[in-house]
């Protein structure tokens, strides 16, 4: 059975099949880095990490990336509020992005790009569209030209002439039409700014991902994920954009989840109901928040409470409290077990149901119900009189295996190492190296590395950062 996703564009169910044979390129929107996460983006970090590590299991090569909005609007007011620099602050809100996330299972990256590292790109981009006619200078800002391309409004399936008749033209904007969105901002004074061919300015939101997934992935991706709030005008307009300058389909596969709702209330800042990542991390185990988090399908709001974030504690403690029921056990198993055959071929046909629920379109809530089954299954083999070494690891094994995909850990995360630990083992690896007992040293790379702690052998000596 083919992977089958719901594409936004489409408004339907369609088989997965990648521009490039055992190869899939996908680009995540991320966040503007201008404070802590709250849960509504962690929701996107969680899903669309779980649909990739589903794709790897199932034998792709992901090629992820995720974007750093690290100049906008509410940065550099974010900035001026601290009295920092832009960049001070976009940094110190990366570094936490990437600790709280790391803490809720995502996996880093294949790459992180960020606007202010890639502004040759998103000029080059610009001034292609400007020369094909697509985009217009105006006084130093640039704009999209949008009745340029005659397709805007498929993604989100409205009509240009119902979206114009409740556009506005805002105050100091001095555009040609009230659809038509920058590319370009003309620099205010003291404000942080880059030069152009059109003078000193910022880039536009939306441009940043055209430039950025065309330099890391090509002129068309796989899949293009994000949250529900960015099918318009975000994902909207990058369409244009990219397909206007490109000359062929931005991305094949649109993804887009749910939003969060805070006790049966959309979140909103103005309702100030919304919750950060950050405080929800100190006081529950991450896993549980992953586990709770994908225990609804993606596509549907999920309501969060204190009461279900309880009640996904109890059902992962469930599937734990069994794996260590098994572990304890197969200390005193044989391999002597009549059934064996039985429960092994009732194991095969789990893992098929917990596939035929992740094709459809990444269903994580039917994935897990299987994990419950398999939890009741494994409780009821260990009331047995004689149980088999072999069929236990068998029922361990498949519940490591599934909850990876799911990127749920069987035990406890202790993170992070402390920086004297660190330093500890890096010293243990210089040493080992002296020894030439390089095996060793790699181990010891390689597990912090799984940790999220990147080494770096310079003249010098070695330096470490967490990733």
Known sequence: MSINIYNTLTKKKEPFVPIEEGKVSMYVCGPTVYNYIHIGNARPAIVFDTVRRYLEYKGYDVKYVLNFTDVDDKIIKAANDLKEEVGTVAQRFIDAYKQDVHALGVKEAAHHPRVTESMGEIIDFIQVLVEKGHAYESEGDVYF?????????????????????????????????????????????????????????????????????????????????????????HHENEIAQSEAANGTSFARYWMHNGYINIDNEKMSKSLGNFVLAHDLIEKHDPRVLRFFMLSVHYRNPINFSDELL??????????????????????????????????????????????????????????????????????????????????????????????????????????????????????????????????????????????????????????????
């Open 145 to 233: 030209r949008t009745r340029s391309f005659d397709e805007y409004g498929k993604l989100s399936h409205q009509s240009i002439d119902e979206l114009r008749s409740g556009a506005r033209i805002q105050v100091g904007e001095k555009k040609d039409d009230p659809l038509d969105f920058a590319l370009w901002k003309q620099a205010k004074p003291g404000e942080i700014a880059w030069e152009s061919p059109w003078g000193q300015g910022r880039p536009g939101w939306h441009i940043e991902c055209s430039a950025m997934a065309k330099k890391y992935l090509g002129d068309t991706i796989d899949i293009h994920a994000g949250g529900q709030d960015l099918t318009f005008p």
């Open 310 to 467: 309880q009640g996904a504690k109890n059902s992962l403690d469930r599937i734990v409290n069994a794996y260590e029921n098994l572990e304890h056990r197969k200390q005193s198993s044989t391999d002597l077990d009549k059934s064996q055959d039985k429960w092994q071929a009732k194991l095969q046909d789990y893992q098929q149901r917990f596939d035929e629920a992740m094709d459809d379109d990444f269903n994580t809530a039917n994935a897990i119900a299987v994990l419950f089954d398999i939890t009741k299954d494994a409780n009821i083999y260990l009331q047995s009189d004689h149980t088999s070494k072999e069929v236990i690891e068998a029922f361990q094994s498949l519940l490591e295996k599934l909850l990876g995909v799911l990127g749920v850990d069987l035990v406890a995360n202790t993170d992070s190492l402390l920086d004297e630990e660190v330093e500890a083992l890096i010293e243990q690896r210089i040493q080992a190296r002296k020894d030439k007992n390089f095996a060793l040293a790699d181990k010891i790379r390689d597990d912090l590395k799984d940790q999220n702690i990147i080494l770096e052998d310079t003249p010098q000596g070695t330096r470490w950062k967490r990733g």
